[in-house]
């Protein structure tokens, strides 16, 4: 009897023992969201060029022991945040030796009572492998949607910046040195408008939440419209959204300088769609508004003069690939039709940007876009064109390359988004 009593006691404090380990290993981290996430923003990764490319890179090539203070605008709100990491076109392990999550309060302040700390299974930094992405455990910070959250990063080693998104439109912010993610503010070394290495803030998903993903190029990405305004076509589609009152995270992947069929300025969209569309949680709506670049890069310095433009077929063939893979999914797969860029780029070195037979391939992808080969489609060519001449954006609409909006373009942009294509009631 003496034994089984002992053995009873040695088993209790073992089980004990066990708990009490397992409730320091979890302690700090949040229980997962019941319903699942959804990507509230996010940032398509593109891979920084080689220095012997036209257009400039504009950010450190390396950074190390300096934190790294991003800005971004959610489209959803929520009670929950969890931020997704990148390390996609890495070569080396990136560590990151502290995050952290919190309001913005505009510039590089944060509003210091919203400061949560990230961490990663439990713990306060991480290394991600190259080629590898990493997302935060949960942390409870109510989130307004439409706020603006800042994500502070702190990076101890040399860190080569490889993975990047080009066109952010948002100041980051990078101190001169050592970790700063707690500040409430810090004096800006350096600023530039990319963000590195993050790819996207998660919110916990709400009853009958679901993602939308706006899959395109610099217009998606909002190339000429007011830095630090969040004034691209996507923000002003989520403030509608939002207004309507239906649960609609809007997850933007335009990449500036993203063709159909061809790599540069970041993956072909063939080569992007699994990751930067199917793969997005709560996602059952597409947008695809891309292929101008595909035509107009033809013929001037971005690509070898030996490199033909592909034809409005070839185009298309792509379209139908990527509306078949949306199918397989079960995703709904809307058509934007390429918007006018007559004169694009007149007196600058990316002139010959158009011409009349590029003009010509436009219209025939156009019309196959409102073919009905889409489950729906958005005529962004009749929102913005100048009814005196069609070939041309409008005055009023146009950001001063004759190609992509300035805000009020993309506020029509927005506008002109019949929202049942997008499966809102």
């Given at each position: 009897?003496?034994?089984?009593?002992?053995?009873?006691?040695?088993?209790?404090?073992?089980?004990?023992?066990?708990?009490?380990?397992?409730?320091?290993?979890?302690?700090?981290?949040?229980?997962?969201?019941?319903?699942?996430?959804?990507?509230?923003?996010?940032?398509?990764?593109?891979?920084?060029?080689?220095?012997?490319?036209?257009?400039?890179?504009?950010?450190?090539?390396?950074?190390?022991?300096?934190?790294?203070?991003?800005?971004?605008?959610?489209?959803?709100?929520?009670?929950?945040?969890?931020?997704?990491?990148?390390?996609?076109?890495?070569?080396?392990?990136?560590?990151?030796?502290?995050?952290?999550v919190a309001i913005s309060a505009?510039?590089?302040?944060?509003?210091?009572?919203?400061?949560?700390?990230?961490?990663?299974?439990?713990?306060?930094?991480?290394?991600?492998?190259?080629?590898?992405?990493?997302?935060?455990?949960?942390?409870?910070?109510?989130?307004?949607?439409?706020?603006?959250?800042?994500?502070?990063?702190?990076?101890?080693?040399?860190?080569?910046?490889?993975?990047?998104?080009?066109?952010?439109?948002?100041?980051?912010?990078?101190?001169?040195?050592?970790?700063?993610?707690?500040?409430?503010?810090?004096?800006?070394?350096?600023?530039?408008?990319?963000?590195?290495?993050?790819?996207?803030?998660?919110?916990?998903?709400?009853?009958?939440?679901?993602?939308?993903?706006?899959?395109?190029?610099?217009?998606?990405?909002?190339?000429?419209?007011?830095?630090?305004?969040?004034?691209?076509?996507?923000?002003?589609?989520?403030?509608?959204?939002?207004?309507?009152?239906?649960?609609?995270?809007?997850?933007?992947?335009?990449?500036?300088?993203?063709?159909?069929?061809?790599?540069?300025?970041?993956?072909?969209?063939?080569?992007?769609?699994?990751?930067?569309?199917?793969?997005?949680?709560?996602?059952?709506?597409?947008?695809?508004?891309?292929?101008?670049?595909?035509?107009?890069?033809?013929?001037?310095?971005?690509?070898?003069?030996?490199?033909?433009?592909?034809?409005?077929d070839e185009i298309i063939t792509?379209?139908?690939?990527?509306?078949?893979?949306?199918?397989?999914?079960?995703?709904?797969?809307?058509?934007?039709?390429?918007?006018?860029?007559?004169?694009?780029?007149?007196?600058?070195?990316?002139?010959?940007?158009?011409?009349?037979?590029?003009?010509?391939?436009?219209?025939?992808?156009?019309?196959?876009?409102?073919?009905?080969?889409?489950?729906?489609?958005?005529?962004?060519?009749?929102?913005?064109?100048?009814?005196?001449?069609?070939?041309?954006?409008?005055?009023?609409?146009?950001?001063?390359?004759?190609?992509?909006?300035?805000?009020?373009?993309?506020?029509?942009?927005?506008?002109?988004?019949?929202?049942?294509?997008?499966?809102?009631?």
């Amino acid at each position: 009897m003496r034994e089984d009593i002992q053995v009873g006691i040695k088993r209790s404090t073992l089980m004990t023992a066990i708990t009490v380990v397992l409730a320091i290993g979890t302690a700090g981290i949040q229980p997962a969201a019941a319903d699942g996430w959804l990507p509230t923003w996010s940032a398509s990764q593109q891979r920084v060029w080689e220095p012997n490319f036209f257009p400039p890179v504009g950010i450190p090539r390396a950074i190390r022991d300096q934190t790294l203070r991003q800005v971004a605008r959610v489209s959803l709100g929520g009670r929950q945040v969890r931020v997704r990491f990148s390390n996609l076109y890495g070569t080396q392990p990136l560590h990151i030796g502290a995050a952290h999550v919190a309001i913005s309060a505009g510039g590089a302040a944060i509003n210091a009572g919203s400061d949560r700390v990230l961490t990663f299974g439990g713990k306060p930094s991480i290394t991600i492998p190259p080629g590898a992405p990493a997302v935060s455990d949960p942390v409870d910070l109510d989130v307004p949607a439409l706020a603006s959250l800042a994500v502070s990063t702190y990076l101890p080693d040399v860190s080569p910046t490889t993975t990047w998104h080009n066109d952010a439109r948002q100041t980051a912010y990078l101190s001169a040195s050592s970790n700063q993610t707690s500040a409430e503010s810090f004096e800006a070394a350096q600023t530039f408008p990319s963000r590195i290495f993050l790819e996207g803030i998660l919110i916990d998903k709400p009853a009958d939440g679901r993602t939308v993903v706006l899959f395109g190029d610099s217009i998606t990405d909002g190339d000429g419209s007011t830095r630090d305004a969040n004034h691209r076509w996507p923000d002003f589609l989520a403030e509608r959204l939002h207004e309507k009152g239906v649960p609609v995270a809007v997850s933007n992947q335009g990449i500036s300088g993203a063709r159909v069929l061809r790599d540069q300025l970041g993956d072909n969209a063939l080569a992007r769609f699994d990751r930067d569309v199917l793969s997005q949680p709560g996602v059952d709506t597409v947008v695809l508004m891309m292929g101008i670049n595909d035509i107009g890069w033809e013929d001037t310095l971005l690509v070898p003069k030996t490199e033909k433009a592909p034809s409005a077929d070839e185009i298309i063939t792509g379209y139908k690939q990527l509306i078949a893979r949306a199918h397989d999914e079960g995703l709904r797969i809307v058509g934007a039709t390429l918007t006018p860029f007559e004169n694009t780029f007149a007196g600058t070195p990316l002139f010959g940007y158009y011409s009349e037979e590029k003009e010509a391939k436009r219209e025939q992808v156009n019309s196959f876009i409102r073919s009905g080969a889409f489950d729906a489609f958005i005529d962004f060519d009749a929102a913005l064109r100048d009814p005196a001449n069609p070939k041309h954006i409008r005055a009023e609409y146009d950001a001063g390359d004759h190609l992509h909006p300035n805000d009020a373009g993309y506020k029509a942009m927005a506008d002109a988004v019949d929202l049942a294509a997008l499966g809102v009631k």
